[in-house]
């Protein structure tokens, strides 16, 4: 399994922008998917974005779809995630996850960060 922590999180006003940050320690593998999800108080944890690693076939849920931005740096073994435009509901804490293709996110072939903290400002 890959080890993964997140960083990046904060307060910032709506309209604001955050990058979070995803370091892997180890290589994932090529066929590996990296995620980001949220995870609201009293909410259940909401899938946000994703990309292989090898890159190239990005998904994102609508309701971010144009603010949000997955991205990868291999040679950092670092997932992005950037939030621009900010909205009060985007406050939640924010995890990135890994998991061999095929496998679910749920499943004993998945790996967590341990979340970062983003709040918005109205």
């Known amino acids: 399994q890959v080890h993964l922590v997140e960083s990046g999180g904060g307060l910032v006003q709506a309209g604001g922008s955050l990058r979070l940050s995803c370091a892997a320690s180890?290589?994932?593998?090529?066929?590996?998917?990296l995620g980001w999800f949220r995870q609201a108080p009293g909410e259940e944890r909401e899938f946000l974005a994703s990309d292989t690693w090898s890159g190239g076939r990005t998904y994102y849920i609508d309701s971010v779809k144009g603010r949000f931005t997955i991205s990868r740096d291999n040679a950092k073994n670092t997932v992005y995630l950037q939030m621009n435009s900010l909205k009060p509901e985007d406050t939640a804490v924010y995890y990135c996850?890994?998991?061999?293709?095929?496998?679910?996110?749920?499943?004993?072939?998945?790996?967590w960060g341990q979340g970062t903290q983003v709040t918005v400002s109205s």
């Open positions: 180890g290589r994932p593998g090529r066929y590996y998917v």
């Open positions: 996850a890994a998991v061999p293709s095929g496998g679910g996110w749920y499943g004993g072939s998945a790996s």
